[in-house]
């Protein structure tokens, strides 16, 4: 399951690399669903899950700015 997991985190950070939001260049509802998933668990409850996405700075980037832009 923890490679299925990373794998997705993966091909996130390659949507992510190419136009710097999920499905675009400006920020989507798809963002906006795929944030909510993660940062639930991103909130010191699954430290595996952290690490994962800190390893993966696009994807660790694009979380504090939709973090940002929804605040």
């Known amino acids: 399951m923890k490679r299925d997991i ?14 710097g ?6 920020i989507s509802l798809a963002d906006i669903a795929v944030f909510g998933q993660l940062h639930r668990r991103l909130a010191g409850t699954n430290p595996w899950l952290e690490a994962e996405v800190a390893a993966r700075s696009p994807l660790a ?11």
């Open 6 to 19: 990373a794998r997705g985190l993966d091909q996130l950070t390659v949507l992510i690399e190419a136009d």
């Open 61 to 71: 980037d694009w979380v504090a700015r939709v973090d940002q832009l929804t605040g």
């Open 21 to 26: 939001f999920v499905a675009g260049r400006q």
